[in-house]
């Protein structure tokens, strides 16, 4: 065989939020958040090499290993092919309801670059389309879980526990699987359960850099102690993703091949991924300043505090973690103002000297949303809310972008970063879609019909936003002046406008009586609304003012409204849980 020959393997996870969210337990998300971490984990995937029998397998040979992703490069073809026979069912046995997509390609080790990890991606993609068969089918006439609708157990997995431990492996399922009985668990849901006390470990050490048997804190167990002491039940689901990658990839790595590219394949993956944890250290460590804001205790004979936190996937340039509702905006912004600090920091190592290092010298960005929800609300339709809102940010950003570019010269226009941008909604309904859709049908009221720019459904959300308003400046930048004639930005309106006006907010019975015009956009006249708003003025004048709420006595009445009351829904959703005083009875 040549030696040169090698054999690039690729496996991505699918159906990752219906897998964790598939229940509104805690508990069993926790777990689950940790199986899928263990799929990517260098350690437990070189455990797996050794029990099929792969030759020498090494950690050296990983590409990337984050996320759910793996890539691995394989010495001989034989290694491959036991590995891509054995992985689905490795995964469908430890993590049942999780399903795998995989393939490869023979490279050569000197030639390998940026090309043939494209090429490996564009195959990746096309295997995910290919329909796999579940692994957890079922006579009909089987018993099912309520909650799942998935077969029920009839006795617990058998587990290999050596004798000596048989006692304590017992008694250990028996509290985390507490009173359910075989007939309330499915195998997947059973695995996550048994799986919470190894989450609780890992997950504390890449969110915080503590270890559980240090006993500094526990993760949240129950959902209500992610939620307030201040009477409300809201909590928040962040889902962040770095930008640019797809774009800047191919220029870091260009002109580079062979082991030079192994090698800063494998650096940049790890400088990506260690950026992303201290960017969620740090960030929690700054909303965090305040103990005794956002810890609870509870008395046991450990006598360690829970922390209202639990984070669901960290890493690569990925971020989902589920906060109390309070902390979720000062908690985003400071992530993502760190993630650029990080990488910056990070990247400096791998790529300062060389031709791509100028793509990355100013670091990179990254976007977020973050969907406000009740301890109640199915969990998987907050996660998809939150990803909606991160879409749509970084499609918005990306347009601000490319304006930019088209203001620059052409000598630097490419090295233009995406804004660091974020957006949030609060859903009050069991309407459960995504962002755009709330923009269509909630967030613009009939009054916009007044402006004669009758809404086309079939417009893209910026469009609508561009030509006729809406009652949300979504999304919010972290930079004062994000780019340079970025016109396509519907509203470059800033976080920190929008902390100064949150506190705003907090005087009197301000929010109370703005609470009343943003119901009276919906049901009452154009004069009846000015005349609310004019009325409160009397007593509010600097308050409206720094708002943003002038009242001009233009003669395009309904015009006017519509730009003094965009931002009433934003500020009024974020009022009822701010950090700033509670609001006071009208």
Known sequence: MDNKTAY??????????????????????????????????????????????????????????????????????????????????????????????????SIDREEINEKVIHDLENRLKAERNRPMRPNTLSWMITARVPETGRPALGEFPK???????????????????????????????????????????????????????????????????????DGHSWLAMIHADGNDLGRIIPKLFKGVKGQAFIDKQIKFSKALDKATINAVRTGLAAVFSDKDKFEKYYEDKLSVPVLGIRPIVIGGDDLSIMVPAEMALDFTAAFLKHFQQETKSELEDVFKGTKGYEYVKNGLTACAGIAYVTEKFPFHYSADLAESLCSYTKKVAKQARAKSEESRGKENKETILTPASLSFYKLESSYAKGYGDYLKKELLPPIYKLLKKEPDDNKDVEKILNDRGALSLNPYFLAEKPLMGSEAVVQQATVAELNNRLEILSKGSLASRLRRVLSMLYTHKPGEIQFELERIATFYPEELKGLGINLQGSDDVAGEIVKNCQQLHDLLSLHSFSKFTQEEPA
Request: with cysteine; glycine share 6%; aromatic share 8%.
């Open 8 to 105: 690039l393997y690729a496996a991505a996870v699918q159906g990752i939020q219906s897998f964790i969210f598939e229940t509104n337990k805690l508990k069993e998300i926790a777990g689950a958040s940790e199986l899928v971490a263990k799929v990517s984990d260098k350690g437990e995937f070189i455990e797996f090499l050794k029990s099929v029998g792969v030759s020498k397998p090494s950690e050296e040979n990983f590409l990337i290993a984050a996320a759910g992703n793996i890539k691995y490069i394989f010495d001989s073809k034989e290694d491959c092919e036991k590995v891509f026979r054995e992985f689905p069912y490795h995964i469908a046995e430890k993590a049942p309801g999780i399903t795998i997509s995989q393939t490869a390609l």
């Open 159 to 229: 587990e290999y526990v050596p004798e000596e431990k048989k006692t304590e492996h017992a008694n250990r399922r028996k509290k985390l699987v507490g009173d359910l009985e075989r007939g309330e668990l499915n195998t997947g849901r059973y695995k996550k359960l048994m799986e919470i006390s190894d989450s609780e470990d890992s997950l504390l050490e890449r969110s915080l850099g503590i270890k559980k048997k240090d006993k500094v804190c526990h993760f949240a167990k129950e959902l209500s102690d992610l939620c307030s002491e």
